[in-house]
C-alpha cells in the first residue's frame, strides 16, 4: 500500500473535493440570484398596500427610536399587516446599516424588503443583494438620467426591482425608464419640508407619463412621507397609488406593529 499523500483536492475513491465545493458555490450563488419576494407584486395584491418602514433617525428630527431593533420590529410589521417593508441601511445620517436587512430576514420576515438608501453606485446594488433585498430605492434628484438607467439596467440583472423616487415635476421625465415602482416622496430631500399634497399634484402627470405600464401592471406608483391617517391613505388611492411608504407614523410610538395594526384597522372603519 503506498504511503503518498492523494494529490489535493481529491479523496479516496477519486473523488474531487474542489469540484464538489465549487459545484456546491455554484448553487449558492443561482439561489441568490433567484427571484426574491416582488415589492410591485406585494403592493397590487394588499388591500393596504403599506410599505411599513423601519427608521431610527432622520438628518432634521434625529433619533425617532434609538433603541428599534432589528430582530423585532420588522417582524412585528409583518405579523401585524404590512405588505412589505422598507428598512434604512444609511450609518450616518438616519442610524442603520445592511446588517439591519439581514438581522430581519433572520427573524423570519419574508416579506419583500426595500434597501432604503442613497445609490450612486453599482457596489450598493450588490450590498443590496448580499444583504437579502428585494428593491432598491433609486432617487432621481441624486443621478442623471443615464445614471440612473445604467443602475436600474444593473439592479434589474441581479434580481432586484426599483423604486425610482421623484418628487417635482421636472423629474418625472424619469419615469419613462420603466421602473417597477414609482415613488413621489412627499419630502423635499433639500428642506425636509414634507407635504402630502405633492402626491396629489403630481399624480395625474405621472399616471400621463407612464400610464400605459400602470394599466398593464408593469409598474405601480408609490406615495412616501408624511403620512399619518387611515383616511389620506384612501385619498391616494383614489388617486391612483397603490403603495404608501410608511415610517414615523410608526416608529415614533412605543410599539411599531402595534400602531401599525391600529392604523390598518382605520382603513376599514
Known amino acids: 500500500m503506498s504511503n503518498h499523500p492523494s494529490p489535493a483536492g481529491v479523496r479516496s475513491g477519486g473523488r474531487d473535493i474542489l469540484h464538489d465545493i465549487v459545484a456546491h458555490k455554484r448553487q449558492e450563488l443561482e439561489d441568490m440570484r433567484q427571484r426574491k419576494p416582488s415589492l410591485r407584486e406585494a403592493l ?5 398596500g403599506i410599505i411599513a418602514e423601519f427608521k431610527r433617525k432622520s438628518p432634521s428630527k434625529g433619533w425617532i427610536n434609538e433603541a428599534g431593533r432589528p430582530d423585532s420590529v420588522p417582524l412585528s410589521y409583518q405579523q401585524n399587516g404590512a405588505a412589505a417593508l422598507s428598512i434604512l441601511t444609511d450609518a450616518h445620517y438616519f442610524g442603520g446599516c445592511d446588517d439591519f436587512i439581514r438581522t430581519a430576514r433572520q427573524s423570519g420576515v419574508t416579506l419583500p424588503i ?22 432598491v430605492l433609486l432617487i432621481a434628484a441624486c443621478l442623471t438620467m443615464p445614471q440612473c438607467e445604467a443602475l436600474m439596467r444593473k439592479a434589474h440583472q441581479l434580481g432586484l426591482e426599483v423604486l425610482l423616487e421623484m418628487h417635482d415635476e421636472h423629474e418625472l421625465q424619469y419615469a419613462t425608464l420603466g421602473p417597477d415602482l414609482c ?3 412627499n419630502r423635499h430631500l433639500g428642506s425636509f419640508v414634507t407635504d402630502v399634497e405633492t402626491s396629489f399634484r403630481l399624480s395625474d402627470r405621472l399616471r400621463s407619463v407612464c400610464g400605459d ?19 389620506t391613505v384612501r385619498q391616494l388611492r383614489a388617486a391612483g397609488f397603490r403603495g ?26
Do not use: H
Not at 397590487?44 to 393596504?48: A, F, H, I, R
Not at 407614523?249 to 382605520?266: C, V
Open 114 to 135: 426595500l434597501y432604503k438608501n442613497f445609490v450612486i453606485d453599482e457596489l450598493q446594488l450588490y450590498q443590496a443583494l448580499l444583504c437579502g433585498a428585494s428593491a
Open 244 to 269: 404608501f411608504l410608511i415610517g414615523e407614523t410608526f416608529m415614533k410610538t412605543p410599539a411599531p406593529g402595534t400602531a401599525l395594526r391600529s392604523f390598518i384597522n382605520g382603513l376599514s372603519a
Open 44 to 48: 397590487l395584491s394588499s388591500s393596504t
Open 183 to 185: 415613488g413621489i416622496n
Open 213 to 231: 405600464a400602470i394599466a398593464a401592471n408593469r409598474t405601480v406608483l408609490v406615495s412616501e412621507s408624511g403620512i399619518s391617517s387611515p383616511e
